[in-house]
Structure formats: structure tokens, C-alpha cells
């Protein structure tokens, strides 16, 4: 039964022919005493992935069912990657594959936390990634392809799976010292290798010829689990669903209302739609969208990490409420603004009259060009930080001017309702 484990390829170097025999031994005294809980002491994770990578191709020659390969990455890496990462497997769960009823071109150990995922087609994960041609081993904080392949279909997944993994990217505050967000590639054929591709958030390659002692590996994964936990927080109360559509929320032109960052971006995006230079081709496709006038459904709100409703604005509709405001605030068409350098126009902010934060009082769609207000920025400033007089006297001129417009999209408010959701005192 040795036999497998001869390595006389290896006779050409004889450096690697000890070393590779004497892991063999180590691996097959680990075969043979696992179930007497008995323990070599001496086969630590970069014995254990120098066998993978030294033999998986090989091994792949030979019959699947019960070949010791599946065993070694099933069983005994796994408790090693346990043991020496002192992972409590009431928070992780480790799990290896080296393919289902025959050889996976990319053989893959995974560390999942419970909290976020328990499989490898969804969520956010760490995972030890063989390269096919077996020159190395990646280590990568992943996300499960499957979940955006169902979603969105291959084509849009693809895209979105990228921009999860480069928002994910900027937000990490810790960032483990070996390793960069730089692209891998694993030199497979299949779906999954792409998908592992594209799914990768951060990490670092190992080459079969180079590989780090145990310690540093050990202290590597340790690392990344660091910024796992960072994802954990982030992802905090939500369902994985909801923290990726989250993420994905300004990808699909969508702000959330009442963040400093979100309105700057949001501005910036409304002001960027309606660019000198795309203005003119778009022009004609853009007049027949503005026309309608008729309610539209409550959107679905997204979830932050406090788990609160939130409510998205698309930039597209505010980008037509700009261009319908022929760029004159809406409270003085005299109101004096600068410049924009990206619309060649004056410069005017896109208010909600009816705040986005009370989506939820209303059934029909807040998000509409019709109850959207273009104002100079000392007009916008000052309907969310003026005194109770002002904003008050620039809403009984703004509600005047547009209730009916209101009424139309199924809007119903009186001017005292509108008032108390400013905030003013009477
Ligand atoms: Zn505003
Ligand atoms: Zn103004």
C-alpha cells in the first residue's frame, strides 16, 4: 500500500525525494492511526499542502472512490488547518473537497463562519485554492459564485460579484501584511474555477516550490481570519441577501438618503447623468421618459446594518427632475449658483420633498421626478439646517407650486403634515 507514495519520479532531486517520502510516511501513519486518536506531532499545514500539491495530479489518474487524496484533504488537513489555527468549531466550520464522484480540477479547503455561511456557493469565506497545474496554492477570502450566478445570471453576476468584492475591498480598515487584493488565477477550465476568480476579495499565492514554513501559513490564515470577523460585523444583523444588495446599491445608480457620503455621491452621480458631453446622444431617448405621471408602487427598502429600513434614490429620476427644473431653483429662479464643470449648467442640488425617510407612511413611490426639487445649495442647506421661519417659508412656496403634481403620482399631504416632517415647531 506504500507504494503510491514512492515518489522515484522525484529521483532527480534528492533534497525533495526525503522530503516528500518522509511526509508520505507521516500522512500514512495518520491514515493508519486516526481512529486510535494517536497523534505523529510531526506533519504540520505546509506538509500537508506540499503532499497536495506534489501528488494531486497524479492522484487525479487514478480511481476516485477511496483514493487516500480525499481522504488527506477531507480529513487530515482539515484537522490540522483546526488544530494549529485553533479554530473553535463551534464558529467555523472547515470542510475540504477534492471534487464529488470524480477529481475537481481545482481541489479547495474552506473555513466557513457559522454565522455567515456553511457552504461554498454562497457568502463570504476563506478558502485554500490548488492552482490545476498544481504550481501553487492560493489562500483567499472568497464569495460563493452560485449565489450571483442564480441571481443575476452569468453575464450580470459576473459584474456584480466583482463590485461586491472591490466595495468589500475598500471598506476593510485591517488588511493582512502579505497579502493584496490583486487578481488570482487558478488555470482551470471550469465555471467553479472562474467563479473563485472573480469572487476574490483579498489574499496570497504560495508557490509549490517556495512555500512558507507552518508557522508563517498558520500565521497568514490567522490574519485573514481578522478581517473574516471584519466582514461579520459588517454583514451584522442582516441575511446575506440583504447585506449584498446593500453593497450593491450604488452599482445600480441607488443612495440611501441621510449619509453625508451617500448625498455627495449622489449628487455627484445626478450631476454626472446629465454630462454636456452624453447630454446631446441622449437626448432624444430621454424626452419620451418625461412625460408620465402616474403613481408607481412602494420600492422595496434595503437594510443597513442596524438592521433599519432604508430607502434608495435612483439618480437617473433625479437627473430628469434637474433637467426638467431647466436649471432655476425651485424656490427663486433667480437664485444665483455657480458653474457645474460636468453639465456645463448651473449648479443646483435634487431635494425629495416629501422626505425618502417616511417611505414607509406611503404607498405609492416617494422616488419620483414629480415631488423632486432642484435648489441652489444655499436653498438645500437650507431646508434641512435653516430655522423653522425659513424652512417653513420655502415649503409653503415649494407644496404650493407642486401639490397638484403630488396628487397626481397619489401623493396625499397637507402642509402641516409636510411641515412636522421638517422637523418645525408650531
Ligand atoms: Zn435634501
Ligand atoms: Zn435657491
Redesign the pocket.
Known amino acids: 500500500m506504500f507504494q503510491f507514495y514512492g515518489t522515484t519520479w522525484y529521483d532527480n532531486n534528492h533534497n525533495n525525494v526525503t522530503e516528500v517520502i518522509h511526509v508520505s510516511e507521516l500522512i500514512e501513519n495518520r491514515l493508519e492511526t486516526e481512529n486510535t486518536n494517536e497523534r505523529t506531532g510531526e506533519l504540520h499545514i505546509r506538509e500537508a499542502i506540499q503532499y497536495i500539491l506534489d501528488h494531486y495530479q497524479e492522484a487525479r489518474l487514478s480511481l476516485f472512490e477511496n483514493h487516500k487524496m480525499g481522504n488527506h484533504v477531507r480529513s487530515i488537513f482539515k484537522d490540522i488547518i483546526i488544530n494549529e489555527a485553533n479554530l473553535n468549531q463551534d464558529h467555523f466550520y472547515v470542510k475540504g473537497s477534492v471534487g464529488n464522484g470524480r477529481w475537481a480540477e481545482i481541489p479547495w479547503i474552506s473555513i466557513f463562519n457559522r454565522d455567515i455561511t456553511t457552504t461554498a456557493t454562497k457568502g463570504y469565506y476563506i478558502v485554500y485554492l490548488f492552482k490545476a497545474d498544481m504550481s501553487g496554492v492560493y489562500i483567499s477570502l472568497n464569495q460563493g459564485w452560485t449565489y450571483f450566478k442564480e441571481k443575476y445570471q452569468t453575464k450580470l453576476g459576473r459584474k456584480k460579484i466583482r463590485t461586491t468584492a472591490n466595495i468589500i475591498q475598500k471598506k476593510l480598515n485591517f488588511t493582512p501584511d502579505h497579502m493584496t487584493a490583486e487578481a488570482i488565477t487558478l488555470g482551470g477550465q471550469g465555471w467553479l474555477a472562474e467563479g473563485y476568480e472573480k469572487g476574490h476579495i483579498l489574499g496570497r499565492f504560495y508557490s509549490a516550490n517556495n512555500l512558507p514554513s507552518s508557522k508563517e501559513l498558520i500565521s497568514d490564515l490567522k490574519e485573514l481570519l481578522i478581517t473574516y470577523n471584519e466582514i461579520e460585523y459588517m454583514i451584522g444583523e442582516r441575511t446575506l441577501e440583504q447585506f449584498n444588495d446593500y453593497l450593491l446599491l450604488s452599482d445600480d445608480g441607488q443612495f440611501l438618503e441621510e449619509e453625508q457620503q451617500q448625498e455627495e455621491d449622489f449628487q455627484n452621480r445626478v450631476q454626472s447623468i446629465l454630462d454636456e458631453k452624453v447630454k446631446k446622444a441622449e437626448k432624444n431617448s430621454m424626452e419620451d421618459i418625461e412625460t408620465e405621471d402616474t403613481p408607481l408602487p412602494k420600492p422595496e427598502p434595503v437594510i443597513d446594518q442596524t438592521k433599519k429600513e432604508r430607502w434608495p434614490r435612483d439618480a437617473q429620476v433625479a437627473a430628469k427632475a434637474l433637467r426638467l427644473s431647466k436649471f432655476k431653483c425651485a424656490f427663486d429662479e433667480t437664485h444665483v449658483s455657480f458653474t457645474s464643470k460636468v453639465t456645463g449648467e448651473r449648479y443646483l442640488e435634487v431635494?425629495?420633498l416629501v422626505p425618502m425617510k417616511y417611505q414607509r407612511n406611503f404607498n405609492v413611490s416617494l422616488d419620483r421626478a414629480s415631488q423632486l426639487l432642484a435648489l441652489c445649495p444655499t436653498c438645500?442647506r437650507q431646508?434641512?439646517h435653516g430655522t423653522d421661519k425659513d424652512k417653513e417659508n420655502i415649503l409653503r412656496k415649494l407644496f404650493d407650486d407642486r401639490h397638484e403634481k403630488l396628487k397626481a403620482i397619489g401623493i396625499e399631504i397637507n402642509l402641516d403634515e409636510l411641515c412636522q416632517m421638517y422637523g418645525i415647531e408650531k
Request: charged share 0%; no cysteine; hydrophobic share 20%.
Open positions: 431635494h425629495h438645500h431646508i434641512h
